[in-house]
């Protein structure tokens, strides 16, 4: 099972972790939305929780609970920017469609 970045993502992530002082790198987490389906959610990561599986892309770590890693396996996070809007995208293997609003998957 793996999860990773491109080389931009990491690139956003070590620079956010730069810029916040602290951290050792981004946990993604899979859990139900509110749309219906699943949803992602990303936050930074100051301690490594037990049952953590840890994946390094481009010197950038992302953590992922073992319940997340099945959503995930094969996902790639990228970095995209469209117009004055950027974030994070996923390109996950597993996905078989989404929501109207984008916000949610189903798998």
Known sequence: ???SFTKRAADEVRHYLLERGAGLGIRVIVQSSECSGMAYRMVFVDEEEENDEVF??????????????????????DFVQTGEESG???????VS????CGESFYV
């Open 88 to 94: 994070f995208a996923f390109k996950n293997p597993n």
């Open 1 to 3: 099972m793996a999860i």
């Open 56 to 77: 390094e892309s481009y010197e950038a770590k992302i953590y992922v609970d073992p319940k997340s890693l099945v959503w995930l396996d094969g996902t790639e996070i």
């Open 97 to 100: 469609s989404q929501c109207g």
